[in-house]
């Protein structure tokens, strides 16, 4: 008993070292310092008066945002953000306070949430950024609110948006920035639209495959397209044996006609294949939007041209294509009605078209809301990923069943590293499953 308690009140001290009761804990890169000079509106002084009943401070929006995005150093946007923010504070007086986490792990927005609530609720914000993986864990948790239905204009958004932003049937985030998964080409001809076009043409295709856990979503989202279901009828973990066998030969195909080569496996993010992409002619190499923008945005006009950017290629004809997307979400953890509304005008300030759009191109990602998207300065590329969006979207890796996941993962693995067959390959991702549920 001893013991929990002290264990409890440890837990308090530290939190309050992440929130209001002291200065938030540093990290890498000393976000919460740098928020001190970038973010003026996080703290208003006021200097003492004589009067016996000072006029009190107007409620401010109390909102967390994520430290660092993907390929990002030195809070890019987190800079970016607070400028908008103090723009809305200049022009409406209404005050902002923006605490960075981490996007991730300890000290990271959901499990600071997840702590918070259950020690200090009283620092809880009004808003927070959350990753798209992290939406359903704080929904089922009840970290955060469901939105009424007249709280968003769904038309507005485009449906990989609202896919991200709603568990089990509500939604849950109002979304914000997205990265889109997509093809650019290095050659003379039109880019394959195909996987067999790709096979056929003797192409090359790099994609990031490397994960420390799970399954990666290229494979994920291939496996899906063919029909493949995740689980049985009565909701457990499974495997459809006859689609995973159908993409286990198109791999090995692949493989043998030199398209498809096990360095993939050693690739986490295109950073990683980038260069050999470059070097390269006949290359087809997978990136997400926010890496493309920032190659593209600091590339020579003769580079540009060498450049074509194209969807992924299907995995099989007559199949409805999916899109790789993933994004942040803003969600409300406060229920009090006047807290949610000061929050909403925010958001609807931050995502005005014009505003929005100079925002998300500024920082590389993508905006959830159509209009911006018709805003932006890069209109090929803009109508591209709007095309994208609004395609069926692939479940995203970290919220598929492990077992599975890592099913899927190994049979790759094997397939392309040890040199198993198809079938065996195929089979091995059944077996581990079916051993998985007779534990």
Known sequence: MIERCAQA????????????????QAFAHSPDVALTRIAQVATVVRSPTPTVTPTPLPSAVNLWFPALFAYESELFTARHFSELVQDYTRQTGQLVTVRLRRAEGLGGIFETLSSAAQVAPSVLPDLVLLRARDLPRAAAARLIVPLSSNTV?????????????????????????????????GGDELPPLTWQSVISRQLTYLFPAKVTRGVNGTLLSHYITLGGKLSDQNGEPSLDYEPLLSLMDLYRTAYTAGSLSDDVLN???????????????NVLAQVDSTFFLRQHASSNATTLTAWQFSPLPRI??????????????????TTNPERQQRALALLEWLQEPTRYALFSQRVSMLPARRAALNAWSEADYAAFAAELL????????DLVNSAVAEALQESFTRLLRDGLSSEEAANLAIDRVRAGRER
């Open 9 to 24: 009140l440890a837990t308090a001290f530290w939190l309050c070292a992440l929130t209001a009761c002291a200065a938030p």
């Open 153 to 185: 204009q769904e038309d507005a958004y485009f449906a990989a948006a609202l896919a991200l932003a709603r568990h089990e049937g509500e939604l849950y985030g109002i979304p914000y920035l997205l990265e889109l998964q997509h093809a650019v080409y």
């Open 267 to 281: 690739y986490a993010e295109p950073t990683q294949y980038w260069l050999a992409f470059t070097a390269s002619k």
């Open 316 to 333: 099989a004809e007559g199949k409805p294509p999916l899109s790789l997307v993933d994004g942040w979400l803003w969600a409300f953890t």
């Open 390 to 397: 609004d395609r069926r979207v692939s479940p995203l890796p």
